[in-house]
């Protein structure tokens, strides 16, 4: 099975930028659907962006869309999520997390692999 080790997490001020990456091992991280889910106190995980394992695809939530990319480099089995003008509301952990099926699902309870996650706070 697959292991994966999320980092790049910080204390960045609203509008910066941060790149998150997830290094995955064990596997070979294009066997995977891949996605960043994200956590903050006292909420539910939310879905905030996926890849098809095939690469040929991706997701975004509208919370997220235009702002955060996806991507990954097969060779450094590596995801990452960069993560553009920052708001307080993308305050949270994010996890990276893995799922072997073909259908991209956008719920966490589909993804039988995730790491420890790392904390993103944004102030204001």
């Known amino acids: 099975q697959v292991q994966l080790a999320e980092s790049g997490g910080r204390l960045v001020q609203a509008g910066g930028s941060l790149r998150l990456s997830c290094v995955a091992s064990g596997r070979p991280l294009g066997n995977y659907n891949m996605a960043w889910f994200r956590q903050a106190p006292g909420k539910e995980r939310e879905y905030a962006a996926a890849?098809?394992?095939?690469?040929?695809?991706?997701y975004y939530d509208d919370s997220v869309k235009g702002r955060f990319t996806i991507s990954r480099d097969t060779a450094k089995n590596t995801l990452y999520l960069q993560m553009n003008s920052l708001k307080p509301e993308d305050t949270a952990g994010y996890y990276c997390?893995?799922?072997?099926?073909?259908?991209?699902?956008?719920?966490?309870?589909?993804?039988?692999?995730w790491g420890q996650g790392t904390q993103v706070t944004v102030s204001s």
């Open positions: 890849i098809h394992w095939s690469g040929a695809t991706t």
């Open positions: 997390e893995a799922d072997s099926s073909d259908y991209v699902y956008l719920t966490p309870s589909k993804y039988p692999y």
